[in-house]
């Protein structure tokens, strides 16, 4: 028995603009000026009380919220953090590149940088758990 194909997605054009744009972050470029420009305003936010955990544990690099420091030390961790870092090793293109590119001035390849993770200063805080006194026959 052969089945017919059924074409139930074959109208909605007008929504698959929708479904690739629902989950944008920034590009590349956007990131790189976020580093460069604002890295310090970023990583040290006020407190917002719409974003995940209050802003104040935000990857830079992947230009994401997380709810806490575990979260955020777990992302370190992924692939997903790690392709972004090996990304934003080059250096961006310019307008000025792409018309040397094209013929009109030296034109020079882009440089590799190191790029490196860059926690915010409420993951840097010391353990304050307390000690607990063991104590002991002798005491």
Same mark, same amino acid.
């Given at each position: 028995?052969?089945?017919?194909?059924?074409?139930?997605?074959?109208?909605?054009?007008?929504?698959? =603009?929708?479904?690739?744009? @629902? $989950? %944008?972050? /920034?590009? &590349?470029?956007?990131?790189?000026?976020?580093?460069?420009?604002?890295?310090?305003?970023?990583l040290?936010?006020?407190?917002?009380?719409?974003?995940?955990?209050?802003?104040?544990?935000?990857?830079?690099?992947?230009?994401?919220?997380?709810?806490?420091?575990?979260?955020?030390?777990?992302?370190? =961790?992924?692939?997903?953090? @790690? $392709? %972004?870092? /090996?990304? &934003?090793?080059?250096?961006?293109?310019?307008?000025?590149?792409?018309?040397?590119?094209?013929?009109?001035?030296?034109?020079?390849q882009?440089?590799?940088?190191?790029?490196?993770?860059?926690?915010?200063?409420?993951?840097?805080?010391?353990?304050?758990?307390?000690?607990?006194?063991?104590?002991?026959?002798?005491?």
């Amino acid at each position: 028995m052969v089945y017919k194909r059924k074409k139930y997605h074959r109208g909605d054009t007008h929504l698959k =603009r929708r479904w690739m744009t @629902k $989950r %944008r972050t /920034k590009d &590349l470029d956007e990131i790189d000026h976020d580093l460069n420009e604002n890295a310090e305003k970023l990583l040290n936010q006020e407190t917002d009380l719409d974003k995940p955990g209050q802003a104040q544990f935000y990857c830079i690099h992947c230009a994401r919220y997380f709810i806490d420091n575990q979260a955020l030390q777990d992302h370190y =961790r992924t692939k997903v953090h @790690k $392709r %972004r870092l /090996k990304a &934003l090793e080059l250096e961006p293109y310019t307008i000025e590149d792409s018309e040397k590119a094209a013929g009109q001035g030296n034109f020079k390849q882009a440089v590799k940088r190191k790029i490196e993770t860059l926690p915010p200063k409420a993951s840097e805080k010391p353990d304050s758990t307390p000690t607990k006194k063991v104590k002991t026959s002798n005491d």
